[in-house]
């Protein structure tokens, strides 16, 4: 099983602000998954 990463973790393994990473997420760019278990990160 892949491991998930939180916003934190995959701002920091790309490179790029979570403001940027969310950003991205906004317009399609990068795709994401919501889990309970990191429901606060």
Do not use: P, W, Y
Request: net charge positive; hydrophobic share 40%; proline share 0%.
């Amino acid at each position: 099983m892949e491991k998930l990463l939180t916003r934190k973790e995959a701002a920091k393994l790309l490179g790029i602000s979570i403001d940027t990473l969310d950003a991205a997420r906004t317009k399609g760019q990068v795709s994401f998954l919501r889990s309970r278990a990191f429901r606060n990160s």
